[in-house]
């Protein structure tokens, strides 16, 4: 028997978010709280994000820690960090990442060097480093549960100067879909939300503004930029009993952005 509460609960569950302190992984954070888990949150300003959960912790048991994804250091840091603060661990959040945006004339090699170490190479090492906490606490009847933060802009053909932010996201969809397909008879789900634009810290150069935040707008098939309960409601079924047969998707949160369909070659009445 089901019920819409039991179907998005994850109640009992502990789970760890990276760049969980602003933006989106906050919201994961609140999310996952306000549905009854325990929250690690960790990111790489320690200050902020014991200041976040200490916030958060006014909805659920919430600890913050400082942590990065940057570094093959800081990786094996915020994993032992991890095992030091709980012996189990049902969900992991990968939201952490970062951006670089340039003309294509002037785009340095080192904003491929670490964007692609921190939206890629270190989502996979922490995911590696994390996974036998993660295996250990799956069963048949409920799954641990893996959410990886892609984009839209890993799915489109257009970088908005963004190259390797786009190049990285693509790869995380396709990381995605490889390790759904390892870690499924471990029964461990693997799945990534692809967001459109969201008014967050990441995108303020763009959207923080009431004439930018228009502009966005106008872009997106649904006329609106994101919520935070669009991210909430993809993260708890992902994370939930109604997501637990699901894995490998890239689920799209971008108001119809990553299916429009290119204007008629032939034009309208063709």
């Known amino acids: 028997m089901f019920t819409s509460s039991n179907l998005f609960s994850v109640r009992g569950r502990t ?4 760049g969980g302190a602003t933006g989106l992984g906050r919201v ?25 959960a200490k916030e958060l ?8 820690f400082g942590g990065t994804v940057a570094t093959e250091a800081g990786v094996a840091e915020l994993a032992a960090e991890t095992r030091r603060r709980t012996d ?4 992991l959040v990968n939201n952490a990442g970062m951006t670089w945006g340039q003309p294509f004339e002037s785009f340095p ?3 491929f060097d670490r964007v692609l170490a921190v939206n890629v190479t270190g989502l996979f090492a922490l995911t590696r480093e994390l996974a036998p906490m993660l295996f250990a606490s799956a069963t048949g009847e409920r799954p641990s549960n893996v959410v990886n933060f892609g984009s839209v802009m890993g799915t489109v053909t257009q970088s908005e100067t963004a190259y390797s932010y786009a190049a990285s996201k693509a790869a995380v969809h396709h990381l995605t879909r ?6 499924a008879g471990r029964q461990v789900t693997v799945n990534a939300i692809a967001p459109g634009p969201f008014p967050t810290n990441m995108t303020n150069f763009a959207l923080g503004d009431d004439q930018g935040a228009e502009r966005g ?4 098939p649904m006329h609106r930029l994101g919520r935070p309960e669009d991210i909430a409601g993809a993260l708890l079924f992902l994370t939930g009993r109604g997501g637990a047969y699901t894995t490998g998707a890239i689920l799209p949160v971008d108001g119809g952005i990553a299916v429009t369909a290119a204007p008629a070659m032939f034009g309208d009445d063709a």
Do not use: M, N, Q, Y
Not at 88 to 91: C, D, Q, S, T, V
């Open 15 to 18: 789970a760890l978010v990276t």
């Open 28 to 52: 994961c954070a609140e999310a996952l709280l306000t549905a009854g888990a325990r929250v690690l949150i960790a990111s790489r300003k320690a200050d902020a994000c014991e200041a976040a």
């Open 57 to 64: 912790s006014a909805i659920g048991p919430c600890e913050g």
């Open 88 to 91: 189990a661990l049902h969900i």
């Open 109 to 111: 090699w080192k904003a």
């Open 178 to 183: 490889i390790l759904a397909a390892e870690f």
């Open 217 to 220: 707008a106008s872009a997106v």
